[in-house]
């Protein structure tokens, strides 16, 4: 496999993250609106804060084929939320989605927000075990939480 790049992204990225978050749920257009708001502020989710970030994960200079965002925030006294992970399904597996949670670990451990919480379907036992292989635990139904994002911080 190419080395795997991790940068923070920008508005020209958002056709490229919107179809990668379509792979799993929705559609490009409903993305592209979503991404194009949450990077301007406009899509607030509960008790979010301004600070967010966006990351991408590409191989070498190809298109990305992986995300993962997350903001500030003050639900479940929580100090941040990681609002979505996703790789594309020819790329899971191959340690993407790892490199892409630990580099929004040291964002949220640079702004002081240690305890994280996501949002997700507890069904879904592949997104479970990835989360608790990370060291996510159950907060609620369909709330997991990193109780101290920074013990999470290597690579």
């Not at 995300?67 to 340690?95: F, K, T």
């Not at 990193?146 to 690579?155: A, F, K, Q």
């Amino acid at each position: 496999m190419s080395t795997v790049v991790l940068r923070q992204a920008d508005r020209s990225d958002i056709p490229a993250l919107a179809a990668i978050r379509a792979t799993d749920w929705g559609t490009t257009d409903f993305w592209t609106q979503r991404f194009a708001s949450y990077l301007d502020g406009l899509y607030n989710p509960l008790d979010a804060l301004a600070p967010r970030v966006i990351y991408t994960a590409s191989l070498g200079d190809d298109d990305p084929v992986g995300l993962v965002a997350g903001h500030l925030s003050r639900r479940y006294d929580c100090h941040g939320e990681l609002q979505w992970i996703s790789v594309l399904p020819p790329y899971r597996g191959l340690g993407i989605a790892s490199r892409l949670f630990h580099q929004l670990a040291a964002w949220f451990a640079e702004h002081d927000a240690f305890r994280i919480c996501i949002n997700c379907d507890t069904d879904n036992e592949n997104i479970v075990r990835f989360l608790s292989r990370h060291g996510a635990v159950p907060l609620s139904r369909n709330w997991l939480v990193w109780p101290d994002i920074r013990v999470h911080l290597t690579l």
